[in-house]
């Protein structure tokens, strides 16, 4: 995984040695989460996972990204349309329920609606407490449990990621190895430099970051890190506003914004050296179809460039389980250590709280 900026010209150069300690203390739970021992399951032809945010936005990530022999089935939402037709498709699945707390909304319900409606090969609860224990005592499921300090958007590479992948096919130790491989945080680490080059256009009013993907297996990420960066930082006032485009094709619709609107946006390109699949086409002075969307990407990335826009490339070798680790773990890293620079908890989202509150008065009443 590289990375390179441009037009990103802030003073980081002044000494935060301070935070990166303070950092390193909040963040060791995570960081202890890739060095613990693999979740192995047995690989089953056709997954569902029941679960919402950060129980589950990580493991469709890196599904949808590799695209593994396996039917897998995400249910992550109550909208019924969609729910009821996904379900539908469902033969014998082994079915993975995941919530922390065990009581999201959400996810018991769903649960509720699978146990009534679909024929279940096996259920494994992964969750701490709450309702969905009681529930899987009664019915004497398997339960594996979330360390208590890591929070779900950041628990990919504990059971709630480990055990549904590695039943998918995954190899998930292919995956730890590429979070390894970033895990010498000091000073000079590019995700600290990216964190601190987003706080400081944040605090010059440049508060949008936009993750421009140039891998369409890569959309789901972009959702992850929609969530990463609200719920870390969104508080007191404070944070980013992440949002996520798909290259080519929103050169025709959100790069006129870009380019010519108001200046409050960082740009991150997101893109792969090799791509998977690829042909031979001779197009002007191009010999691979890969050829023409890099040419789109560079072109966008000089022309928001040449306007002033600052903007960053995150490029991978290829999508594969490594550099997905990598990926992850990077946006981790840079995501905890902006919410030290803002003095504030990025492990937490007290807001979320009160709409659960009320929904849950609402039910009830």
Same mark, same amino acid.
């Given at each position: ?202 605090? /010059?009013?440049?508060?949008? @970051?936009? !993750?421009?993907? &140039? ?6 990420? $972009?959702?992850? %890190? ?94 594969? /389980?490594?550099?997905?680790? @990598?990926? !992850?773990?990077? &946006? ?6 902006? $919410?030290?620079? %803002? ?23």
């Amino acid at each position: 995984m590289k990375v390179d900026f441009k037009n990103c010209m802030v003073d980081i150069n002044k000494d935060y040695s301070e935070e990166l300690n303070k950092f390193l203390t909040l963040f060791s739970p995570i960081r202890e989460t890739i060095y613990k021992e693999e979740v192995e399951e047995e690989f089953h032809d056709e997954i569902l996972v029941i679960g919402m945010g950060g129980s589950i936005l990580g493991t469709e990530t890196i599904y949808y990204a590799l695209n593994p022999e396996c039917k897998a089935i995400f249910l992550d939402n109550t909208d019924p349309e969609s729910t009821l037709r996904k379900i539908k498709s469902l033969e014998n699945p082994k079915v993975y329920v995941v919530s922390k707390s065990g009581n999201t909304l959400e996810t018991l319900i769903n649960y509720k609606l699978v146990k009534e409606k679909v024929k279940v090969k096996e259920f494994i609860f992964i969750t701490n407490g709450g309702k969905l224990l009681e529930i899987a005592k009664k019915n004497n499921y398997r339960v594996l449990n979330i360390p208590e300090e890591v929070p779900g958007r950041y628990s990919v590479f504990t059971a709630v990621g480990k055990a549904p992948l590695s039943a998918m096919g995954v190899d998930v130790k292919r995956l730890l190895k590429g979070a390894k491989a970033l895990d010498q945080i000091d000073e000079k680490h590019e995700a600290i430099k990216n964190a601190i080059i987003h706080y400081l256009h944040e605090r /010059e009013g440049r508060d949008i @970051s936009v !993750l421009f993907t &140039y891998v369409e297996a890569l959309t789901y990420f $972009g959702e992850w %890190y929609k969530q990463l960066v609200g719920e870390s930082l969104g508080k007191n006032g404070l944070g980013i506003t992440p949002l996520l485009s798909i290259g080519a094709k929103d050169q025709h619709s959100l790069l006129q914004l870009y380019l010519d609107g108001k200046k409050d946006k960082v740009i991150t390109f997101l893109t792969v050296d090799n791509y998977r699949e690829d042909v031979e086409i001779e197009f002007e002075n191009a010999k691979k179809y890969s050829e023409i969307i890099k040419a789109e990407k560079l072109a966008t990335e000089k022309a928001l460039t040449n306007r002033g826009v600052p903007n960053i490339t995150v490029e991978l070798k290829e999508v594969c /389980e490594e550099e997905l680790g @990598s990926l !992850l773990y990077f &946006y981790m890293i840079q995501v905890a250590f902006m $919410g030290v620079l %803002y003095n504030i908890n990025p492990f937490n989202q007290p807001a979320v709280e009160e709409e659960k509150r009320i929904c849950w008065s609402i039910l009830r009443k």
